[in-house]
């Protein structure tokens, strides 16, 4: 049986779409949607698509996508759902799609797993002292099979999580087939699957603090120069999450002196200047924001989209809606 599929679009950068899109997933979206995946627009006033704006019913978003502007919004009268193939909605999508009563959804559920993978391959590296005993067999160039070394391992760590997130909660979700002694701050989330603590309590009392809330007014500097000052010697800040939750200037005083470590995915700023010294310290091991979806980790957000307008099609309710009202306190 056929059922009338909605006129839909692509709207992001044109590079990501063979990735996002792959052969399996681009039948998928295809089978519930009259679209050209060929045709990724990167500008809503692109003239290749004005005759299709007036039809246009779903708008499959991405990474560049510009936002939806009250132009835009005009020009497409019937639009009933935004699909964002990527995270965060806030850089495009505007109050007035809401306002209008368009639904949106968001791949950020599938783009927390490849976060949350990365961070616990940190934390486990980290417990097991390997970023720094690295360091020391490049210096040394030698090491004893036999030697102890009685600071390190991951049998009962104690892990602080800064944020129940969606990548928070799939992170608390990983440890807990492993043996950490896991602990949350969050002042929002209604329900925790670990015990809670207050935020200078769980930086006192862990080995590896593992970074997760959104950057919002609130978490701006949320790790001070105060507040990095608890961390216990020889603890581990770990920040996948936004590179303004932290004091860089304060962040990097106490990495040069060597009491804690960090791994740090992200920065403020971003990049940062090529003299940084971030990019000298042993005790810093630096990624350049590649926690997120990556290479063929795209396609998993792909198929988000494509779940969700199976859904549609199916007159089921969305599977990640995005509502206005919760963008405050969400990446
Ligand atoms: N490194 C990367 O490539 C990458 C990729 C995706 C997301 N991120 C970042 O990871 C973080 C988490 O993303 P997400 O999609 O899981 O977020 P999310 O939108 O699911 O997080 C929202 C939740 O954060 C919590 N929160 C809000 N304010 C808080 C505060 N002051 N203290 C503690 N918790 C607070 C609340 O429980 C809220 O519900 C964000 O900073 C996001 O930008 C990074």
């Known amino acids: 049986m056929t059922h009338r599929r909605p006129k839909a679009l692509l709207a992001m950068r044109r590079a990501y779409v063979p990735q996002l899109f792959p052969d399996v997933v681009r039948a998928r ?16 006033d692109d003239p290749r698509v004005a005759a299709l704006l007036p039809e246009l019913e779903v708008l499959i978003t991405g990474w560049g996508c510009p936002p939806l502007d009250d132009a835009f919004l005009r020009s497409a009268p019937r639009l009933g759902a935004v699909l964002h193939a990527a995270g965060s909605v806030k850089a495009h999508v505007t109050k007035a799609v809401w306002d209008r009563g368009i639904a949106v959804a968001s791949a950020a559920e599938a783009n927390a797993v490849p976060v ?26 030698t090491f004893t099979v036999a030697e102890v070394v009685p600071d390190v391992g991951n049998h009962g760590r104690r892990v602080g999580v800064v944020g129940a997130s969606r990548i928070g909660r799939q992170v608390i979700s990983h440890l807990s087939r492993h043996d950490f002694e896991v ?15 207050g935020l200078e309590e769980l930086l006192a009392t862990s080995d590896i603090v593992s970074l997760h809330a959104p950057a919002t007014p609130e978490t701006h500097h949320l790790l001070d120069r105060d507040r990095l000052a608890l961390l216990p010697d020889g603890a581990v800040l770990i920040n996948t999450a936004q590179g303004s939750l932290i004091d860089t200037r304060a962040l990097v005083d106490e990495l040069k002196s060597g009491r804690i470590s960090a791994v740090l995915d992200v920065t403020s700023p971003e990049p940062l200047p090529g003299h940084s010294v971030l990019f000298e310290l042993p005790n810093v091991f630096l990624t350049p924001h590649i926690a997120g979806s990556q290479g063929n980790e795209l396609a998993r957000m792909g198929a988000a989209v494509a779940d969700e307008l199976e859904r549609l099609a199916a007159g089921l309710p969305l599977l990640h809606p995005i509502q206005y009202r919760d963008l405050d306190n969400a990446a």
């Open 29 to 44: 979206i295809e089978r519930h949607a009259d679209i050209d995946v060929a045709l990724a627009v990167e500008r809503l």
């Open 116 to 141: 949350a993978e990365y961070t616990l391959g940190a934390i486990l590296l980290a417990g097991k002292g390997a970023f720094r005993l690295r360091e020391r067999y490049r210096g040394d160039r």
């Open 183 to 197: 602990r949350l701050y969050d002042p929002y989330a209604t329900t925790a699957p670990v015990p809670r603590l």
